[in-house]
C-alpha cells in the first residue's frame, strides 16, 4: 500500500491522496476531547477504511497528546502517519518525538496573519529555510501549510510555493482558513498555481460556506495532488470538508480511484460521533438517518418499483441500512400498501386511499410520521 507522496505520484492511476484531520483539526472543534483510547480506536479504523495519510494530532499542546500520538504510532498501522506544528523547532520536537513519519509544519501568510503576528514575510521565508532544512534530517515527509491563502494575493502564493521548493518541502498545504472559497475561485487558483510545479499541492477546505467538500473536490478535479477531510466534516466553527461526502463523490464520479472501503464510512462516522459527542444530524449527506428516507408520495411510488429512481446511490454503499419509506402527511397510497403488505395484509386500493385520508388528518395534528403503533391503530378503526 503506497504510504507517502513520493508513492502516490508515481501511481499510475493518478488517483487523489486522501490525507485524514479528524484527530487534529476534528479535535478542535470547540467542546470536543477525545480520549487516548479512543483517539486509537479512530485511527485504527480510519486505516481499516484506506485513507492515505492520518494527521493524527499537535503534539505541542501537551505531553498527554505527545503520548496519545506515540502510541498510535507505535501500532504501525498501513497509513501514512503525520504531525502537526507551528512554525518552531519546540513544536518540531515534539512530533518527532512523537514517532510520527510526516511533520507539517504551519506558516502564516495572508497579509492579515502575518499583521497579527507582527512579522513580515521575510521571516516566513527564514524559519522555513532553517526549520524545513531541519526537519528533512528526521521525517520522511516534510509539509508546509499556507495559512489563510485563499485571502492570499496568487503573486504571493507562488512565492511561498517557490520558496517551499527551493528548502525542499515535499508538499505545500494551500489553506482554506475561513472557508471563504468557492469552486470557480479554486479552479482558477490551482490554474495559475499548478503550472508552477516544484511540491505537490494539497487542499484544506473550511465549511464556513457550506461549500468545503465541493471545493475539495473541485481541487481534485483542478489538479490538485491531495486534499484533508474529517469525519462527518467534524472540526473548528462550520467543520472541515467530510471524509464520507467526498468518498462518496469521488467513487460515484466514475473518473477518480481511492483506495477508501466506503461501506465502512457509517460505522466510522458514528464512531466519531460518540466519542465527540456531536450528532450526526438526521439531513447530514450520505450518513444521517433522513438521507434515505423517504415520504413523498410520487417518490415512494417509484422506489417501490426500482430504488435507484429518487436515491444517487443505494445506502449500503456508504454501510447503511436499506431506505425506509415514512408514512405522513405526504404519503401516497403505495407506501400503505408495501407496509400492510409486509405485515402480511394485502390492502386493497379503496381501503389504502381511505386509510390515507386519516394518515394524513392524524399526521397533520401531530406534525410529524406516524409511528408504526398509530397507523395500525388507524387501520384497526377502520376495520371496526
Not at 438526521?282 to 438517518?289: E, R
Not at 408504526?372 to 378503526?381: K, Q, R
Request: proline letters at 5%; aromatic letters at 6%.
Amino acid at each position: 500500500m503506497p504510504i507517502t507522496p513520493a508513492h502516490h505520484a508515481g501511481n499510475p492511476s493518478g488517483r487523489p491522496w486522501i490525507i485524514d484531520t479528524t484527530l487534529r483539526d476534528g479535535e478542535q472543534a470547540p467542546g470536543v476531547v477525545f480520549s487516548a483510547a479512543e483517539k486509537k480506536h479512530i485511527a485504527m479504523l480510519l486505516a481499516e477504511c484506506g485513507v492515505d495519510e492520518l494527521e493524527i494530532g499537535y503534539p505541542a499542546i501537551s505531553p498527554e497528546e505527545e503520548s496519545a500520538i506515540r502510541s498510535i504510532a507505535s501500532l504501525h498501522l498501513p497509513v501514512a502517519l503525520t504531525g502537526w506544528a507551528r512554525a518552531k523547532w519546540e513544536d518540531i520536537e515534539a512530533v518527532l518525538r512523537s514517532g510520527t513519519e510526516g511533520v507539517h509544519i504551519s506558516f502564516p501568510l495572508s497579509p492579515l496573519y502575518l499583521k497579527l503576528m507582527g512579522k513580515e514575510y521575510s521571516w516566513v521565508q527564514d524559519q522555513m529555510m532553517e526549520l524545513v532544512g531541519r526537519a528533512k534530517r528526521y521525517f520522511r515527509l516534510v509539509s508546509v501549510g499556507a495559512q489563510d491563502a485563499t485571502r492570499t494575493g496568487t503573486d504571493s502564493l507562488r512565492q511561498f510555493i517557490a520558496d517551499a521548493a527551493s528548502c525542499g518541502a515535499e508538499r505545500i498545504r494551500i489553506a482554506d482558513t475561513v472557508g471563504i472559497a468557492t469552486p470557480p475561485m479554486l479552479t482558477e487558483l490551482f490554474r495559475e498555481l499548478l503550472p508552477t510545479g516544484g511540491p505537490f499541492l494539497e487542499f484544506h477546505a473550511h465549511n464556513d460556506l457550506g461549500m468545503a467538500t465541493a471545493n475539495a473536490f473541485t481541487a481534485i478535479a483542478a489538479g490538485c495532488d491531495a486534499v484533508s477531510v474529517s469525519v462527518t466534516g467534524l472540526g473548528e466553527r462550520a467543520g472541515n470538508a467530510a471524509l464520507e461526502e467526498l468518498a462518496i463523490a469521488l467513487t460515484l464520479s466514475g473518473v477518480y480511484e481511492t483506495l477508501i472501503d466506503t461501506t465502512a464510512l457509517t460505522n466510522l462516522s458514528l464512531a466519531v460521533s460518540k466519542a465527540s459527542g456531536r450528532s450526526i444530524q438526521p439531513q447530514k449527506a450520505v450518513v444521517g438517518d433522513a438521507a434515505f428516507q423517504h415520504e413523498s408520495g410520487i417518490h415512494c411510488a417509484a422506489l417501490l418499483k426500482d430504488p435507484l429512481s429518487y436515491q444517487p446511490f443505494l445506502p449500503a454503499l456508504a454501510g447503511g441500512a436499506d431506505h425506509a419509506l415514512i408514512i405522513g402527511k405526504h404519503s401516497g397510497s403505495a407506501s400503505l400498501q408495501d407496509y400492510f403488505s409486509r405485515k402480511g395484509i394485502e390492502l386493497r386500493r379503496p381501503e389504502a386511499m381511505k386509510l390515507l385520508m386519516e394518515v394524513r388528518i392524524k399526521a397533520g395534528e401531530k406534525k410529524r410520521a406516524l409511528t408504526p403503533g398509530e397507523l395500525e391503530t388507524l387501520y384497526s378503526h377502520l376495520q371496526s
